[in-house]
């Protein structure tokens, strides 16, 4: 859904981003010295540049063409610098800062300049002088301090995004002066205080993101008087108070989210007035209350996230006729307590079902197999086996039902090939691994976490061209060694075998794991020593080795000497950094 919501957002900005046409270098006269100037002003502050773009900045007609990203009128005036990272390689960048020199740029309309990432600094306030400026994008930059004020006197700006930057402080009231505004975008920033209320001028936005900062206050009234707006993100902000019923009359609004703040209330009734709403999130608040059955009148929705809020019973009865258009549905971690999966969910074609610590009880559910891609039930009182379930359900990708008191034989399970995430942990699942990681095992498997179980048997060898970024087999009945073909899970970040009956030595092999960032083996049955082949992991961030057979000098090199000694507790005989030094030899220092 993600992935869906990012692609509507790219649909929002590019239908309000004019089309740049490549000035015709027959039409266009040689290009201004001063803009010339400008431009070798603004390369000559640029440090290093991967994309190699400015190295076509060379000769004296930046306007014939050549200039990559320079185009002008046909007077010879720059009117155009677009300079973008492409989008398929994300190694690409710029380092240093933007020049005072670009605001000299007399006859600018478009400035891009985004997604270089080490372009730091403040945004000049000398863009304040580009009175002709209809597009100004500085996304995914790395620039820093305050939005200069003097951005608010830029009459005939229609884009605004400064998204994706280091941008601290509160926003400048004087943006409100920026009549002609349809797409503000301000998000993931680090930008605070409440919205400025000479926003509310801003009568034909259509696209506002505010998200991934620290606005706080209250959603603004003002909202209500946008009525070209179609998309509205305010999320993982701290924004506070009830939603302003003013909002639900805004006809045209296709994205709603305001995830992850701190807002209270219950959703009005009026949300159902929101014809054209496709998308709408409220996940993460303290909202209160039941789901107001309005909302099966929205007939074009098809992603409906209330998840982590106090909502409460009773469900709304939705008919099959309501909210048509639905794909995606989370109503996890409220305070409802269904029992059973309603018929208006159970029955339609969803892609998405997750209903996470909804006190759901009995057997698993029988959805439609056809169109499910994520199931998530965790946090449940689901019983019985569900080892046939999954056979027809050819598109599932995620499998999530952990915390629930399932009971079947792990070797009976059929899951889709295409199947990236198994979550079983903490249920009653027994039987032996061997029937989920095999030689057949699907190369889109990425994690299994089966821990907290009731699993025995062996850890089986892995073929080469598994894709397991997670695997956690710790607190069942494991016994055997880990098998030095460990080393074939080469896109593994996350091990944890700790708490079974685990035997033998560390495999060497284990250290071939680079990627691997959390390594957990602790209280087995290990011998031996732990290996010194595993300082070549060079992410890693954890690891426990506690309460084994081990033996011999720990690895003497970061970040294994100096983990916590509870590290290595209740061992045989471990020795060195950061216990006791090693018999017969000198404590190292630190390196």
């Not at 696209?207 to 009525?227: A, I, W």
């Amino acid at each position: 859904m993600q992935i869906l919501k990012w692609v509507l957002k790219v649909f929002v900005i590019c239908s309000m981003l004019e089309v740049f046409p490549l000035a015709s270098p027959q039409a266009a006269a040689n290009c201004s010295e001063a803009d010339r100037a400008a431009l070798l002003g603004f390369k000559a502050k640029i440090l290093k540049d991967s994309t190699e773009s400015l190295s076509s900045w060379i000769g004296r007609d930046c306007c014939g063409g050549d200039w990559e990203g320079v185009e002008c009128n046909p007077a010879g005036r720059v009117n155009t610098l677009a300079l973008q990272r492409p989008v398929r390689d994300s190694t690409l960048y710029m380092k240093g800062t933007l020049s005072s020199s670009l605001g000299n740029l007399q006859f600018l309309e478009v400035l891009v300049i985004s997604g270089m990432k080490l372009i730091t600094g403040p945004i000049p306030e000398s863009l304040s002088n580009l009175s002709r400026l209809k597009q100004l994008v500085l996304e995914d930059n790395g620039l820093q301090g305050n939005i200069p004020p003097g951005l608010g006197h830029l009459p005939f700006l229609q884009t605004l995004s400064l998204a994706g930057n280091h941008l601290s402080g509160a926003v400048p009231p004087s943006l409100g002066n920026l009549g002609n505004l349809v797409l503000l975008n301000l998000g993931r920033n680090s930008l605070t205080g409440p919205v400025p209320a000479s926003f509310k001028t801003l009568v034909h936005l259509q696209s506002f993101d505010l998200s991934f900062n620290l606005f706080s206050g209250s959603v603004p009234e003002f909202l209500g008087q946008f009525h070209n707006i179609t998309f509205i993100d305010l999320s993982n902000n701290q924004f506070s108070g009830n939603l302003p019923v003013s909002m639900f009359s805004l006809v045209t609004l296709s994205d709603l989210s305001l995830s992850h703040n701190q807002l209270t209330g219950s959703i009005p009734d009026q949300v159902g007035n929101l014809k054209s709403l496709n998308s709408l999130s409220l996940s993460h608040n303290k909202f209160m209350g039941p789901i107001p059955a309005s909302i099966s009148r929205l007939q074009k929705l098809w992603s409906l996230n209330l998840s982590r809020n106090g909502f409460s019973n009773p469900l709304p009865a939705i008919s099959s006729k309501g909210v048509p258009s639905l794909l995606s549905i989370d109503l996890s971690f409220n305070n409802l307590s269904l029992g059973t999966v309603p018929n208006w969910i159970m029955d339609r074609p969803l892609s998405d079902v997750n209903l996470a610590g909804c006190k759901l009880r009995g057997a698993f559910p029988k959805f439609r197999p056809d169109s499910l891609s994520c199931i998530d039930l965790s946090d449940n009182f689901l019983t019985g086996s569900i080892s046939t379930y999954f056979t027809n359900m050819t598109s599932l990708q995620k499998l999530k039902l952990s915390n629930n008191q399932l009971k079947f034989d792990l070797s009976e399970l059929v899951m889709p090939d295409g199947i990236s995430t198994i979550d079983l942990h903490s249920n009653q699942v027994f039987g032996s691994l061997s029937s989920v990681l095999n030689n057949r095992t699907s190369s889109f498997l990425e994690v299994i976490d089966v821990s907290n179980n009731l699993i025995s048997g062996t850890i089986p060898e892995f073929t080469e061209g598994l894709s397991l970024k997670v695997l956690n087999i710790g607190s069942n009945k494991i016994a055997g060694r880990v098998p030095g073909s460990i080393s074939n899970l080469a896109e593994l970040e996350r091990l944890d075998v700790s708490r079974n009956q685990i035997t033998g030595t560390i495999p060497t092999s284990l250290g071939q794991l680079v990627k691997l960032q959390w390594l957990d083996v602790s209280i087995n049955r290990l011998t031996g020593s732990i290996p010194s082949s595993l300082l070549g992991i060079k992410s890693i961030r954890h690891a426990n080795f506690r309460a084994n057979r081990l033996c011999g000098e720990i690895p003497q090199g970061r970040p294994y000497n100096i983990f916590p000694a509870s590290t290595y507790a209740y061992n045989l005989c471990l020795c060195g950094k950061p216990l006791q030094p090693c018999k017969g030899k000198k404590q190292e220092m630190e390196q």
